[in-house]
């Protein structure tokens, strides 16, 4: 079967451009419809030039370097032992193993001074293990060592063919190999060099190592575990010794291929036949990687490094030119499954049918104020009325209160606000229109062309090749706390990068595709879920992408759960009219639950009031809340496995310029005044924003990808992270005379603690905090850090501490939810720009940590 390299050789011989521009896709070299012939046969020549003497390409880097590491070590190990010879030997090895990489042309001085080395260095402990060892282990040794030119012979081959990934495989068995014939040698009893006192810890200390290496650093090709209890045990200097090694390594002449390659990976097989397999590709494995692992199929299809799913592979000529021949005539089926950026609002586009007279825009249609008035009635007589002035509105007709100005006013506002939003609507459907986005039923059709260029695809109306794309909103939801909508995606025509660069167009760019200005994801969220190719060949990869909406996983993690339209609009409209009429009652609120600092009430300060059963208005809209956020706590509680009681609830108002300082909602008992200790604590916090515009005031929250359940644990307190574990504070850690000492713990299966017990009059507690008796927020975070065993005190990081954390900004908008855990999210709001910011919000309590019978 032919390689790749002999494809790129054939076409280089033709003058067939179109040949030539196959071939340079198929190595990954970019080009543009301007790219000259003479231009492409220059790409082509020197990519053939790079491959034909690259045995080592740098992707391979993580698994050789890993292998490679054994070498370090036996010449460590062997120096230790006194053994010099050897240690020279393995570190002139290692060299030369990196020159190969580094510069592997053919005929170079490099390579030339490589073999000669090795085979020097080959010499020289033949001749040593000859001399030293006995027969039964010079057997052995001279087995290995004739395994580990086999490992070189077949590496250098493989790598030839242009199979890459195989022939690193076989490199990282020299290495492997190889030490094991050397650890031989070295540990012969009978040796000179070795004094009788260094032998012992030398054999121990050397298979140690050589076993740690395999231990600690994890294979790369390992399955990872669903959902790691903590970080790998990767020495933190070990992983910078070998980031800053491979980097060291990295080529320089030429630019790594596109997006990392792992080995191994044997995708499963969706279908298999005389004439075709498909494979349901995992993300990160480029058309090399697959190519390496079937080498005599051919490509029926491209998809991207980073994308996953259906990938057929024609197993003959025949079948490779039925199934080219199927996707030119468009008879071949492929649906995708992306996560997008932001939530896909189909009425924001325009009704294909409508798109042409868009180009002028018609009258926008909105409600006269009557309209409102009566929807206004119809809510009071549903939820009944319970004040007097829901009675009035009962008994007043629109023909009487039309004629009273201040009645009429709230109900001409919202008139007005309807029309503004009708017109803005009617905006966004004109410019949809001009862009080629329409909706069709309940699709959303992008039709524009693409052009290239050599970077990515962007899209130009007239130019370009026409791509016609139709996406489904299949769910609406959150990832990583943002809003998200996942499609489903037809592609009539198969451009390069169609969807990535229509949904951009669209307004709506992936998840994790930086080049596209999606946001970031641990992958590309872009499956090909379903083919149907040609011969009635069909395969179904499935749908591994998925919105995180479940509440309490995101609150759980540490996260911002975000639901838009959580209220009903006209419910959340009510709510606002309430808050607004009551604003005589409203009091002056900078952040509250902070023992020390100072509150800082000022101008720019919220205004917030207290909801409890006394306060008046309408009453009926906050009990139709209430018995929302009921059927809310009540599920929210059963998930996190918290018992949540409804106690404090809230208006607030925020004018512009008003902003709410970066706190925390609750915080461990330890570090309140006295007199704030409740027997309940805030455990979930709530929001409900009532803004109908734009105001500005985004909640802005700064949180951290955690690995376990944050928060609490066992009813003590967060109050730092180790990575991404969380440290808890328990403060009832049984001390000698049954006094009640302080610890932090993280929750490894069982607890571990991370410091020593210390007291509230202990010296090293003393020590940490310095003289002061009342601690701010940074002092007592500072001073419990200090507490932490030494040697992790360089992961520690206070629950407050917002380096490294992710932020979440959410946008105060009518109806929308927002629920966070009290204890573990920091967050401040940003200033209101202008009108009024009003939101209800509160915390759901669940009781403090009851002290133990003992204490
Ligand atoms: O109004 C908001 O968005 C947040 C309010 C808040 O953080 C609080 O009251 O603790
Ligand atoms: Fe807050």
Redesign the pocket.
Same mark, same amino acid.
């Given at each position: 079967m032919d390689s790749l390299q002999d494809e790129v050789k054939a076409a280089l011989r033709s003058t067939d451009r179109l040949k030539l521009r196959a071939s340079s896709d198929r190595c990954g070299i970019s080009t543009t419809t301007k790219t000259s012939t003479a231009q492409l046969r220059r790409n082509l020549q020197q990519w053939l030039d790079d491959v034909d003497g690259l045995v080592l390409p740098p992707r391979c880097s993580a698994v050789i370097l890993r292998r490679a590491f054994t070498t370090v070590l036996c010449s460590s190990v062997a120096l230790v032992c006194a053994r010099r010879d050897y240690a020279v030997i393995s570190v002139g090895t290692l060299s030369t193993s990196i020159l190969y990489w580094r510069k592997p042309r053919r005929g170079s001085v490099e390579r030339q001074f490589d073999r000669l080395w090795v085979l020097l260095s080959f010499l020289y402990q033949g001749r040593s293990a000859c001399r030293e060892l006995g027969a039964g282990r010079l057997a052995t040794y001279w087995a290995l060592a004739l395994i580990t030119l086999g490992c070189y012979a077949r590496a250098r081959r493989l790598g030839a063919a242009g199979s890459l990934d195989a022939s690193a495989r076989w490199h990282s068995g020299i290495h492997l190999v190889g030490n094991v014939a050397n650890a031989i040698l070295y540990a012969d009893p009978g040796l000179d060099a070795i004094d009788a006192w260094s032998r012992f810890p030398f054999l121990v200390a050397y298979w140690a190592v050589v076993a740690a290496t395999y231990v600690i650093v994890v294979p790369e090709d390992a399955p990872a575990p669903k959902r790691p209890k903590r970080a790998p045990r990767r020495s933190p200097r070990l992983a910078a010794a070998m980031a800053g090694l491979a980097h060291a390594l990295a080529p320089t002449a030429r630019a790594p291929p596109r997006g990392p390659t792992r080995l191994v990976v044997r995708p499963r097989e969706l279908h298999r036949c005389d004439s075709y397999v498909v494979i349901d590709k995992p993300p990160s494995l480029s058309m090399d990687g697959v190519q390496a692992l079937y080498p005599e199929a051919k490509f029926c299809h491209q998809l991207d490094a980073a994308t996953s799913g259906c990938l057929a592979l024609a197993l003959s000529r025949p079948a490779a030119r039925r199934a080219h021949d199927a996707f030119r005539a468009r008879n071949v089926r492929k649906t995708y499954v992306a996560i997008v950026d932001g939530v896909i609002d189909l009425d924001a586009f325009p009704a294909r049918d409508a798109a042409p007279c868009l180009l002028e825009p018609p009258a926008p249609v909105s409600l006269p104020a009557y309209a409102f008035y009566e929807g206004e009635q119809k809510r009071v007589r549903t939820y009944g009325a319970a004040t007097p002035p829901d009675e009035f509105l009962l008994a007043t007709p629109w023909s009487v209160a039309k004629r009273n100005a201040t009645l009429r006013a709230p109900f001409d506002a919202q008139a007005a606000e309807a029309a503004a939003r009708a017109r803005e609507l009617h905006e966004e459907q004109r410019v949809a229109a001009s862009l080629g986005i329409y909706r069709r039923g309940a699709e959303l059709v992008v039709d524009v062309p693409l052009t290239d260029d050599p970077e990515r695809f962007v899209v130009g109306v007239g130019t370009g090749k026409r791509a016609v794309s139709v996406f489904r909103v299949f769910a609406t939801g959150h990832l990583h706390g943002k809003p998200a909508t996942k499609v489903e995606v037809d592609l009539l025509t198969g451009r390069r990068h169609q969807i990535r660069a229509h949904l951009k167009h669209a307004g709506h760019p992936i998840f994790g595709d930086a080049t596209y200005g999606g946001s970031t994801a641990p992958r590309l969220m872009l499956h090909a879920r379903r083919l149907d190719l040609v011969d009635g060949v069909a395969a179904d990869a499935g749908d591994p992408l998925e919105l995180d909406d479940n509440a309490a996983d995101v609150i759980r993690s540490g996260g911002v759960y975000v639901e838009e339209s959580w209220l009903p609009r006209d419910l959340a409209l009510a709510l606002r009219t309430d808050a607004l009429a009551l604003r005589e009652l409203f009091e002056r609120s900078g952040v509250?639950n902070e023992a020390a600092r100072p509150k800082l009430f000022g101008d720019e300060d919220r205004e917030t009031l207290t909801l409890t059963k006394r306060v008046g208005g309408d009453r009926a809209a906050r009990a139709e809340l209430d018995r929302r956020l009921d059927v809310l706590r009540v599920a929210l509680g059963e998930e996190l496995g918290r018992r949540l009681s409804a106690d404090e609830q809230y208006y +607030?108002v925020h004018g512009p310029g008003a902003y &709410?300082g970066l #706190?925390m909602?609750e915080r461990h008992e330890a570090f309140k005044a006295e007199g704030f200790a409740e027997t309940s604590r805030r455990s979930v +916090?709530w &929001?409900v924003y009532l803004n109908e515009k734009p105001v500005g005031g985004e &909640?802005r929250s700064y949180c951290r990808e955690s690995a376990g359940a944050c928060g609490a644990d066992e009813g003590n307190l967060q109050v730092g992270w180790l990575g991404a574990e969380p440290v808890f504070l328990d403060a009832y850690v049984r001390g000698a005379d049954d006094e009640a000492l302080y610890g932090l713990y993280i929750r490894d299966g069982a607890r571990r603690y991370v410091s020593e017990p210390f007291g509230a009059d202990s010296a090293s507690w003393r020590a940490a905090r310095g003289d002061r008796e009342d601690l701010d927020a940074d002092a007592f975070h500072g001073a419990l850090g200090r507490m932490v065993d030494a040697e992790l005190r360089s992961a520690y990081t206070s629950v407050e501490d917002r380096d490294g954390s992710r932020i979440i900004d959410v946008a105060?908008t009518l109806g929308t939810l %927002?629920l966070f855990d009290s204890a573990a999210s920091v #967050?401040e %709001?940003l200033p209101t720009l202008e009108g009024r910011r009003v @939101?209800v @919000?509160g915390w759901f309590h669940e009781a403090c940590r009851e002290a133990p019978d003992w204490y």
């Open positions: 509250t +607030s &709410l #706190h909602d +916090s &929001l &909640l105060p %927002v #967050h %709001v @939101a @919000a």
